[in-house]
């Protein structure tokens, strides 16, 4: 597995992690039960923006875990893929 494919595993997790987080901060950000938002307007000042984010960088990384399976089945799979 060369270095590109190890970081294409790797990377959308915390990319998933950092688009929901941001997510949860726009959705409390309506209410008022957190800090303003620091994008004011846009596509991406939407608390739905972000949560599409996450759900699409999530299912492209399981898709790409099974590609790399099936590409080198005597890799070990990630650990996150079940």
Do not use: E
């Amino acid at each position: 597995m060369t270095l590109g494919s190890r970081v294409l595993v790797v990377l959308p997790a915390p990319v998933t992690v950092l688009a929901g987080a941001l997510g949860c901060w726009r959705f409390g950000a309506d209410p008022g039960w957190t800090n303003h938002f620091f994008i004011a307007s846009g596509f991406l000042s939407h608390w739905q923006a972000w949560f599409a984010v996450a759900i699409g960088v999530q299912a492209s990384s399981r898709g790409l875990n099974r590609w790399m399976a099936v590409q080198n089945p005597r890799a070990k799979r990630f650990q996150g893929d079940i």
